[in-house]
């Protein structure tokens, strides 16, 4: 998705903080790429080199050239792996519903098999006078996580 978005104009695309950010991030969710731990461990006044090496992991990766077909896939792949990561307990409901929410569904124009994450998400960020439980909401959020992974694996079943 952030590829995708490196297309955009120069005041929208990511920032290179961010870019070196998810080099960490694909570092410790096990993804290999020869690129990816120079792009991780760039120091903050190398961040300028990030692009480019951003750009040289994803084409190591085979991620290159991205359609616009190719991006929904990918939201949709993110939605359904931090679903399972919710569900597995590797992350947190709270932080994954965002995810969910702010980086899928509503790129997605908000499907009907996200709507109870993206329901949830927003009751999060309503302003209220009472903080809402936490836990109560953690397991609403997994219990709506794995039931949009039963949803998603039935219909791949029936196809």
């Known amino acids: 998705m952030t590829a995708a978005d490196l297309a955009?104009?120069?005041?929208?695309?990511?920032?290179?903080?961010?870019?070196?950010q998810l080099g960490l991030d694909a570092l410790m969710a096990d993804i290999e790429?020869?690129?990816?731990?120079?792009l991780a461990g760039l120091a903050r006044g190398e961040y300028p080199q990030a692009r480019e090496?951003?750009?040289?992991?994803?084409?190591?990766?085979?991620?290159?050239?991205?359609?616009?077909?190719?991006?929904?896939?990918?939201?949709?792949?993110?939605?359904?792996?931090?679903?399972g990561q919710i569900v597995g307990s590797q992350l947190d409901p709270v932080?994954?519903?965002?995810?969910?929410?702010?980086?899928?569904?509503?790129?997605?124009?908000?499907?009907?098999?996200?709507?109870?994450?993206v329901d949830l998400a927003r009751a999060l960020a309503l302003p209220n006078d009472r903080p809402p439980d936490?836990?109560?909401?953690?397991?609403?959020?997994?219990?709506?996580a794995r039931d949009f992974l039963a949803t998603e694996a039935h219909q791949n079943r029936s196809l």
């Open 8 to 20: 955009l104009e120069p005041w929208q695309r990511p920032s290179d903080a961010h870019l070196v």
């Open 33 to 38: 790429a020869p690129s990816l731990p120079l």
């Open 53 to 83: 090496l951003f750009d040289l992991a994803l084409e190591e990766l085979g991620l290159l050239p991205l359609a616009s077909e190719d991006l929904a896939e990918a939201r949709w792949t993110a939605a359904r792996w931090w679903a």
């Open 95 to 117: 932080h994954g519903a965002k995810l969910i929410y702010e980086e899928a569904a509503a790129e997605l124009d908000y499907p009907d098999a996200l709507q109870p994450i």
């Open 134 to 144: 936490q836990q109560h909401i953690r397991d609403r959020v997994t219990s709506a």
